[in-house]
Structure formats: C-alpha cells, structure tokens
C-alpha cells in the first residue's frame, strides 16, 4: 500500500509571494491533518480535516488555510509569505480522526 | 492547554544499551498518545499508539508505557543499534468530546538520541 505523499519536496519562495502545497493520503483514509515544523517551535498542529470537512483548526493566522477533495487529498495554501514561514510542512493520514497517524516525507518550504 | 514536554533533548549511548525515553504531559484526559521516529530532513515513523484504557504496548525491542494519573509515558528500547539514531517524539490526544473538538495531536519536541557504535 502507498504511503503518504506530498508535492513539492521542495519550494522557494520570496515574501509576499503565495503557495499551495498537496498532500495525498494512504488510500482509505478519509482524515488529513497539517503540521508545521520548525526548529524552534518543534512541531504545531495546523488543521484537520475529514470528509472534506474542517474538523479543527491550530493557532495559525488566517493566511494559512486548507481543503480536502472527495477523494480525501488535501491541499494547504499559505498567502503573503513571511520569513518565518520557512518550515518543513507535514501532512499525516489516517483512517479516522483518533487513529495512529502515518506522515509523509514533508515539504520544505523555504521563504527568502 | 495540554503541554507534553520530553527530557533531556538530546542523548548519546554506547551500542547495545537498554534505554528509557521519557514523556509528560500536563493534561491527564488524553484519548492516546502515540511514539514517533524522525530522521533527519524526513517525516515521522509512528512507532506505537497507546490507548487511554491502555497500561503499555510492545513491538519488536520498543516498549511503551502510560500511566494517565501521573501524566507520564516512557518508551523502552532494548539492546540500542546505530540504526536507532533519530529523533524520538511523542504526541498525545486529547479525550474527545462530543463535538469531535479539542481532539488534535499534541506534539513533544523530542529526543535526539544518538546510538555510538
């Protein structure tokens, strides 16, 4: 069974520009949750979602926002990029929303 | 607000020495808590998933424990390889309510541990 993948590896970006990072999760799963990761902060919940639906949301500004399509593969966007955003950015699947999460490789995100 | 907290952030042991990776957390209402591996420039590798009604679970040389009341898990791991070198995090998840809100993960920073040859 495929893992989780997620496109780009890999993204440099200058502020203020915008991005939009995908995620496709193990096939039969219907929840995707998004992670930042940074050295400093470790790693912070961004949002979940579920049958295409929000089911929570981490303290992150309103320039970060998310979706889920039908077949349950999920895209992040982030407007008006800062240089703190340069992180690596997690997507993890999972069959429900309390289930063991299995994370893809994650998308660097580099913002100059 | 759940904290969980991993000490020390960084470990070296000699090969072939059992070790203990601790994990606290402030909120004791958690539906599980979950171990994972990071190596470096990757994603994470769940390891083991513990429910709350649950005391410990085992794979392989990895044994992880949880007592609730004391808002504690430990990860055991027996006999350390080199090939265990990576970052240890846990993350746990919060009771559930109604709603399904308040039920994100809720990571640690982790421990870096380092396995000498």
């Known amino acids: 069974k495929a893992g989780v993948t997620q496109t780009p590896r890999y993204l440099i970006k200058t502020r203020g520009q915008q991005v939009t990072l995908s995620c496709s999760p193990i096939s039969g799963h219907r929840s995707v949750s998004w992670y930042q990761q940074t050295p400093g902060q470790g790693l912070q919940f961004l949002f979940e979602?579920?049958?295409?639906?929000?089911?929570n949301k981490g303290n992150f500004p309103g320039r970060f926002s998310g979706r889920q399509f039908s077949n349950s593969r999920s895209e992040m966007n982030v407007s008006t990029l800062e240089l703190g955003d340069s992180a690596l950015y997690l997507c993890?699947?999972?069959?429900?929303?309390?289930?063991?999460?299995?994370f893809g490789p994650g998308t660097r995100l580099t913002v100059l | 607000k759940q904290e969980v907290t991993q000490i020390p952030a960084a470990l070296s042991v000699p090969e072939g020495e059992n070790l203990v990776l601790n994990c606290s957390f402030t909120?004791?209402?958690?539906?599980?808590l979950q171990w994972f591996r990071q190596d470096p420039g990757k994603g994470l590798t769940s390891l083991l998933l513990i429910q709350s009604s649950q005391r410990e679970q085992t794979s392989g040389r990895l044994n992880a424990s949880l007592d609730k009341s004391s808002g504690r898990s430990t990860l055991y791991i027996a006999a350390s390889q080199p090939g265990d070198s990576a970052t240890y995090l846990c993350?746990?998840?919060?009771?559930?309510?109604?709603?399904?809100?308040?039920?994100?993960?809720?990571f640690g920073k982790g421990i870096t541990l380092s396995v000498r040859p």
């Open positions: 993350a746990v998840r919060r009771a559930r309510a109604n709603t399904g809100a308040n039920s994100k993960l809720t």
């Open positions: 979602y579920f049958s295409e639906t929000q089911r």
């Open positions: 993890a699947s999972s069959l429900g929303t309390v289930d063991t999460q299995y």
């Open positions: 909120d004791s209402a958690i539906y599980n």
